[in-house]
């Protein structure tokens, strides 16, 4: 129990360091320590998870955090592994805050910032792809993701993610 | 603590951590998703609805709360719940933000979860799973679209890419990586150009 709870706290303060850019950013972070490293869920149970997360309330992350660790050992495991991926912000945080005026528009920090926004984006094509070859399966499964895709793309985002996902979620009732 | 920092925390009200607390658990529950989503929702309630927070003053702390690692919408409620009462009030917005989902989650993980493997319900699921496919190609769009403005940041993106995809670097170290080449390739003009584009997007 103890050293299950040492673990989920372990794996979530790295979730919740490596949530850097928000969002999106996470999924590939959650699928490498849940998935690959501590094989907690399955790839179809956290996909799942995922299309949950993004259809309640609540960063990505800490929807993980919950449904893991009260899946691994209850609720006393959703507790601390929802306090270990919240724990890295408030540190953080508190140690940047009283400086944040000279922080923002220094010239060394906005140098490192642009490369980290880079490993962003380095991450979200990589997640494309990681997810994307699991979680798709058939030719239907490409046709229903393209959809997905250009919807986003044609609306220019204005139209809610959430709109999309219940929509191929739908769809995939009367198909499947 | 900084002088404008200062001037800001006395020129708010003094508010109550029961309302901070009441107010960002509204947000947390009614924010689909989070990060950046939640920016607008708190700006609509800090800012608009109940002026506790000026508005020049949130969009900078918007940037520092991407600034630093971890779920953005904590990092907000961080910033804005110490800014109307101090620790305390940082530790009754970030209660209140996390608590809906917490909340929820143990509902669906405990009442749901045993309905997943139902045939209907996995085709729904499988339909939204492969739809989250879609919507994670169309944030790598919007950031590419946003971040990379010349060779220099394309061949870092694809190095990146070799880092976490071929030599299997853990992700949060490709991230930390690509700072620091960040910091060792990007100049001055560098920045200001993808300043320039995001204030003309």
Redesign the interface.
């Known amino acids: 129990m103890i050293s299950s709870h040492l673990q989920l706290i372990k794996s979530f303060v790295?979730v919740?360091?490596?949530?850097?850019?928000?969002?999106?950013v996470?999924?590939?972070?959650i699928q490498?320590e849940i998935v690959t490293v501590q094989a907690w869920l399955t790839f179809k149970e956290l996909?799942?998870l995922?299309?949950?997360?993004?259809?309640?309330?609540?960063?990505?992350?800490?929807?993980a955090a919950?449904?893991v660790g009260?899946?691994i050992s209850g609720?006393s495991g959703?507790l601390v592994s929802?306090l270990a991926?919240?724990l890295?912000?408030?540190c953080?945080?508190?140690l940047?805050?009283?400086?944040?005026?000279?922080?923002?528009h220094n010239?060394?920090?906005?140098?490192?910032?642009?490369?980290?926004?880079?490993?962003?984006?380095?991450?979200?094509?990589?997640?494309?792809?990681?997810?994307?070859s699991v979680?798709?399966t058939g030719f239907f499964?490409l046709l229903?993701?393209?959809?997905?895709?250009?919807?986003?793309?044609a609306s220019e985002?204005k139209l809610?993610?959430?709109m999309?996902?219940?929509?191929?979620?739908?769809?995939?009732?009367v198909?499947? | 603590?900084?002088a404008?920092?200062q001037t800001a925390t006395t020129s708010t009200h003094d508010v109550s951590s029961r309302k901070i607390f009441a107010t960002f658990f509204r947000i947390?529950?009614?924010?689909?998703?989070?990060?950046?989503?939640?920016a607008t929702v708190v700006r609509h309630e800090l800012v608009l609805k109940r002026n506790w927070v000026k508005d020049e003053d949130f969009l900078?702390?918007i940037?520092?709360?991407?600034?630093?690692?971890?779920?953005?919408?904590?990092?907000i409620a961080?910033?804005q719940g110490?800014k109307l009462r101090g620790p305390v009030g940082?530790f009754m917005a970030?209660t209140g933000?996390?608590l809906?989902?917490?909340i929820?989650?143990?509902l669906?993980?405990?009442f749901a979860m045993p309905y997943?493997s139902y045939p209907?319900i996995?085709?729904?699921?499988?339909?939204?799973?492969?739809?989250?496919?879609?919507?994670?190609?169309?944030?790598?769009?919007?950031?590419?679209r946003?971040?990379?403005h010349n060779i220099a940041?394309g061949l870092?993106?694809?190095?990146?890419?070799f880092?976490?995809?071929f030599v299997h670097l853990?992700?949060?170290w490709?991230?930390?990586?690509?700072?620091?080449?960040?910091?060792l390739?990007?100049t001055?003009r560098?920045?200001k150009a993808?300043n320039q584009k995001e204030t003309n997007e």
């Open positions: 790295v919740g360091l490596g949530a850097y850019g928000g969002g999106l996470t999924i590939p972070l490498h996909a799942s995922l299309a949950i997360a993004q259809m309640t309330p609540g960063p990505i992350a800490i929807n919950t449904f009260y899946r609720f959703s929802t991926v919240v890295p912000s408030v953080l945080m508190a940047v805050a009283p400086f944040v005026d000279r922080i923002c010239l060394h920090v906005k140098r490192i910032q642009a490369g980290f926004q880079i490993g962003v984006l380095s991450l979200i094509i990589f997640a494309t792809w990681s997810y994307g979680a798709i499964d229903l993701a393209l959809m997905a895709f250009l919807a986003l793309v985002g809610h993610p959430v999309v996902i219940l929509a191929c979620g739908l769809i995939g009732l198909v499947y | 603590m900084s404008s920092y947390g529950l009614f924010t689909l998703g989070g990060g950046l989503a939640m900078n702390e940037s520092t709360a991407t600034l630093v690692p971890g779920a953005i919408a904590v990092n961080y910033m110490r940082a970030i933000t996390v809906p989902s917490f929820i989650i143990l669906i993980a405990t997943f209907k996995e085709a729904f699921l499988h339909g939204c799973a492969v739809a989250v496919a879609g919507q994670i190609a169309f944030s790598g769009l919007i950031f590419a946003r971040n990379l940041s870092l993106c694809l190095f990146g890419i880092l976490v995809g853990h992700p949060v490709t991230v930390i990586s690509s700072g620091f080449l960040g910091y390739l990007f001055a560098d920045l993808s």
